[in-house]
T-cell receptor
Framework: SQQGEEDPQALSIQEGENATMNCSYK?????LQWYRQNSGRGLVHLIL?????REKHSGRLRVTLDTSKKSSSLLITASRAADTASYFC????????????FGRGTSLIVHP | SQTIHQWPATLVQPVGSPLSLECTVE??????LYWYRQAAGRGLQLLFY??????ISSEVPQNLSASRPQDRQFILSSKKLLLSDSSFYLC??????????FGSGTRLTVV
């Protein structure tokens, strides 16, 4: 199985600031995905970046992928209180069975 | 796009009672299906996954079992619940090109 580990575990910022969280993994991947989880809810898929991509944007989200360092970062620009949630990464394997694993996530708190 | 229906949203069960959580998927056929468990403030622990009807793989041996009686139906069961089974359970479907779709989760409290 693939392992995604998020860093930092917790992040507290003010509304309007940017939030950056990182993900590291151990083996070769086909793609990497970021998810958001509001308290007590399921995970919502935010963005998927393929192994041949280095950067991807979606609204206020910017994801980078460095396969040489086996790491990815998620940047949320101009954060809002509604961005308060936990964020998880998961990796898609390069061939073989498709069983992602998730880390503990980054808990983001955006203060209004 | 896929939609996952998971119920119930919350459940309180006594120790030793049976459990049945159901998950159904819309918008796709022959999906890979997954059951995850999440302790408070923790990551997701994969419990079971299925690549087809009747095909179940267990990641963690425990007091739970899973079944897939139909292509888009995945059931998590227990014959006798333990206090340690209290957790947040999530069903997910894939997906490999587009990521995973999750249900809204079931909060299980065993008393």
């Amino acid at each position: 199985s693939q392992q995604g580990e998020e860093d930092p575990q917790a992040l507290s910022i003010q509304e309007g600031e940017n939030a950056t969280m990182n993900c590291s993994y151990k083996t070769s991947i086909n793609n990497l995905q970021w998810y958001r989880q509001n308290s007590g809810r399921g995970l919502v898929h935010l963005i998927l970046i393929r192994s041949n991509e280095r950067e991807k944007h979606s609204g206020r989200l910017r994801v980078t992928l460095d396969t040489s360092k086996k790491s990815s970062s998620l940047l949320i620009t101009a954060s809002r209180a509604a961005d308060t949630a936990s964020y998880f990464c998961a990796t898609g394997a390069s061939g073989g069975s498709y069983i992602p694993t998730f880390g503990r996530g980054t808990s983001l708190i955006v203060h209004p | 796009s896929q939609t996952i229906h998971q119920w119930p949203a919350t459940l309180v069960q006594p120790v030793g009672s049976p459990l049945s959580l159901e998950c159904t998927v819309e918008g796709t056929s022959n999906p890979n299906l997954y059951w995850y468990r999440q302790a408070a403030g923790r990551g997701l622990q994969l419990l079971f996954y299925s690549v087809g009807i009747g095909q179940i793989s267990s990641e963690v041996p425990q007091n739970l079992s899973a079944s897939r009686p139909q292509d888009r139906q995945f059931i998590l069961s227990s014959k006798k619940l333990l206090l340690s089974d209290s957790s947040f359970y999530l069903c997910a479907s894939t997906g490999p090109r587009y990521g995973y779709t999750f249900g809204s989760g079931t909060r299980l409290t065993v008393v």
